[in-house]
């Protein structure tokens, strides 16, 4: 088993910046994808990014392209999302995730492992 611990979240204002890491332990990360998910209330739980295995190939959901970066430290056995310009519409929870499976790593079923969650909320 894989257990994913997010951080990093807290409160921010209108164009601001927070960086989210994830903490792996019981598995390395090494030969798994690994991605970034967030959840408004009321909203589904929607793709934010992902990196591959390697960190060789970077995905990003089109509204937060060219605003936040994925990025990965196998050593560490971590995983980091980096968000700048920050808006309300950013508000949610955001989940790690990791996968190794051949499913799509843009939607929820395409990953094994799930973090808990850290809380963003963006004031205006």
């Known amino acids: 088993q894989m257990q994913l611990v997010e951080s990093g979240g807290g409160l921010v204002q209108t164009g601001g910046s927070l960086r989210l890491s994830c903490a792996a332990s019981g598995r390395t990360i090494s030969t798994y994808d690994m991605g970034w998910f967030r959840q408004a209330p009321g909203k589904e739980r929607e793709f934010v990014a992902a990196?591959?295995?390697?960190?060789?190939?970077?995905y990003y959901a089109d509204s937060v392209k060219g605003r936040f970066t994925i990025s990965r430290d196998n050593a560490k056995n971590t995983v980091y999302l980096q968000t700048n310009s920050l808006n309300p519409e950013d508000t949610a929870v955001y989940y790690c995730?990791?996968?190794?499976?051949?499913?799509?790593?843009?939607?929820?079923?395409?990953?094994?492992?799930w973090g808990q969650g850290t809380q963003v909320t963006v004031s205006s």
């Open positions: 990196i591959s295995w390697s960190g060789g190939s970077t």
């Open positions: 995730a990791a996968r190794n499976t051949i499913v799509s790593l843009r939607i929820t079923s395409g990953y094994n492992y």
